[in-house]
Nanobody, 129 residues
């Protein structure tokens, strides 16, 4: 069964850190760009970060730049999103998604949800004191 499973969500205090993981089963993440998206209550889902399928490139939306980082563990078949200096506005359900041969284009191309073939079910991140 092909699926993506997110883990690592939970409650964090402002200024704290969480690491989200996106693990694949039933397929290899090699050759897939992995994106993280989030949806806050009452808002549309938005793109957060992407790591390229075929290059080391990655990029993040402006609001998390300098606080979030994304990395790939090929042995574990997993992509991690490290979130530091968390803010209440980071509260959302976080989703990972896999796009076949999707590289970082530094344009709207790589953040369009239709580019992503597989999606996880999401993990809740709550930032509150």
């Amino acid at each position: 069964q092909v699926q993506l499973v997110e883990s690592g969500g939970g409650l964090a205090q402002p200024g704290g850190s969480l690491t989200l993981s996106c693990a694949a089963s039933g397929f290899s993440l090699d050759g897939f760009g992995i994106g993280w998206f989030r949806q806050a209550p009452g808002k549309e889902r938005e793109w957060v970060s992407i790591i390229s399928a075929n290059t080391p490139a990655s990029r993040h939306t402006y609001s998390v730049r300098g606080r979030f980082s994304i990395s790939r563990d090929k042995v574990a078949n997993r992509v991690d999103l490290v979130m530091n200096d968390l803010k209440p506005e980071d509260t959302a359900v976080y989703y990972c998604a896999a796009g076949r041969d999707l590289d970082v284009y530094y344009s709207d191309y790589d953040i369009e949800e239709g580019r992503y073939e597989y999606w996880g079910q999401g993990t809740q991140v709550t930032v509150s004191s």
